[in-house]
């Protein structure tokens, strides 16, 4: 079935470094994917989507960009900050249309002044 | 609109008791999730239902879980009889239509079971 799995936290960055947090999926034909974001104490939100090959989805700084060819969607920044600090999700979307959203195990990230 | 709706937020209980978790989707979503988080297992899909009909139940963890939605506006989520491992935050979300739109999440209601 489809899948999505990241890289394994926590990730404990400077402010001001650069960030890479690791998604890979597994799907059948074209999946929709998705970077969440929970802050402390509440639920998912969206950060950014890519819904076909090769687009880039980017919010607040974040991007990410859909390869197929690699089955990734990879999470980046340039330069994070201490408010950046929450757990992100990886989720994707069957393309089959069944509706079903699946989510990564997520990874924490934590920004030290 | 105020955004999915749970209640309640926190939520103690004995072991063997019955719960009940509640939620209200956004006004026009299709597509409502449950799902449960903890520190050992992450975020897992228990079921999620489209138009009101589940669709995918095999998350369900045992047959003490069930969920209903009995029209567009409202879900729940019964644990009977209730166990401690069934601790855990639970989360319900929203979306559609089209489908690869965001997905909006509740705030969650935190069981403990005691």
């Known amino acids: 079935g489809d899948s999505v799995t990241q890289m394994e936290g926590p990730v404990t960055l400077s402010e001001e470094a650069f960030l890479t947090i690791n998604c890979t999926y597994t799907a059948t034909g074209y999946p929709s994917l998705f970077w969440y974001v929970q802050y402390p104490g509440e639920g998912l939100q969206l950060l950014l989507k890519a819904t076909k090959a090769d687009d880039k989805g980017s919010n607040k700084g974040f991007e990410a960009t859909y390869r197929k060819e690699t089955t990734s969607f990879h999470l980046e920044k340039g330069s994070v900050q201490v408010s950046d600090s929450a757990v992100y999700f990886c989720a994707l979307i069957s393309s089959s249309n069944t509706g079903k959203l699946i989510f990564g195990q997520g990874t924490t990230l934590q920004v030290k002044p | 609109d105020a955004g999915v709706i749970q209640s309640p937020r926190h939520e103690v209980t004995e072991m063997g008791q019955e719960v009940t978790l509640r939620c209200k989707p956004i006004?026009?979503?299709?597509?409502l999730f449950w799902y449960r988080q903890t520190m050992m297992r992450g975020l897992e899909l228990l079921i999620y239902f489209n138009n009101n009909v589940p669709i995918d139940d095999s998350g369900m963890p045992e047959d003490r879980f069930s969920a209903k939605m009995p029209n567009a506006s409202f879900s729940t989520l019964k644990i009977q009889p209730s166990e401690p491992r069934d601790s855990a935050v639970y989360f319900c979300?929203?979306?559609?239509?089209?489908?690869?739109?965001?997905?909006?999440f509740g705030q969650g209601t935190r069981l403990t079971v005691v």
């Open positions: 006004s026009g979503h299709d597509y």
């Open positions: 979300a929203s979306t559609g239509p089209p489908l690869n739109t965001e997905a909006f």
